[in-house]
């Protein structure tokens, strides 16, 4: 949904195993995450939180990775063959005006939108193909880096998503980051 996306190279610098010091998918992820559940990973990359989530989401569940660059998907597939999750990771190229979740409706679990707002070049637009996309008192999880997204920007869309009828559950403290866990009600 952006024009301006962060370059492949940066991908590979995004699956740093160091980064596990400050944003820990088991510690982040794992109290929204249970086995069975579909879980959408928007803007995904190279898939730093998708493996976790597979994972977690167990040999019943699903993980859709949505990502406008197909080489970010290409080199996530082959992260997922070697890790043994592949049957549980669906990849999905997007376009930059949708998500193109048009047959997902009311059927994901769970969201997770990973510095990947402050890209949106319609963060209206993307609050609501994925408030289409959840079930009933389905939750997104937006994390937004401090660095590049200010407090004003940040609460700009967390007021889009409330616009499109999500309300915010918490905020939960994870460093470098802004984050707030909303629920489609």
């Known amino acids: 949904m952006a024009n301006k996306v962060c370059p492949v190279w940066v991908g590979y610098l995004l699956n740093w195993p160091g980064r596990k010091l400050f944003q820990n998918p088991d510690t982040i ?30 040999p019943g569940g ?40 048009d047959d997902l409706i009311e059927s994901v679990d769970f969201a ?26 389905g939750k997104l999880l937006v994390i937004e880096p401090r660095g590049h997204v200010s407090e004003k920007n940040f609460d700009q869309a967390v007021s889009f998503a409330e616009e499109k009828g999500f309300r915010v559950v918490e905020r ?5 980051s802004r984050t707030v866990l909303l629920e489609k009600i």
């Open 29 to 58: 992820l794992s109290p929204h995450i249970r086995n069975g559940m579909t879980v959408l990973d928007i803007g995904c990359a190279m898939g730093f939180f998708s493996l976790p989530l597979a994972q977690m989401a167990g």
């Open 112 to 137: 997770l939108a990973s510095a990947v707002i402050h890209e949106a070049t319609d963060p209206a637009g993307f609050f609501s193909d994925v408030y289409d996309a959840l079930k009933p008192a």
């Open 172 to 176: 939960p403290p994870i460093r470098r």
């Open 62 to 101: 699903r993980v859709l990775c949505v990502d406008v660059q197909e080489k970010m998907l290409t080199a996530l597939l082959k992260r997922a063959r070697k890790a043994g999750l592949a049957g549980r990771i669906e990849t999905r190229t997007c376009r930059h005006t949708s998500l193109d979740l």
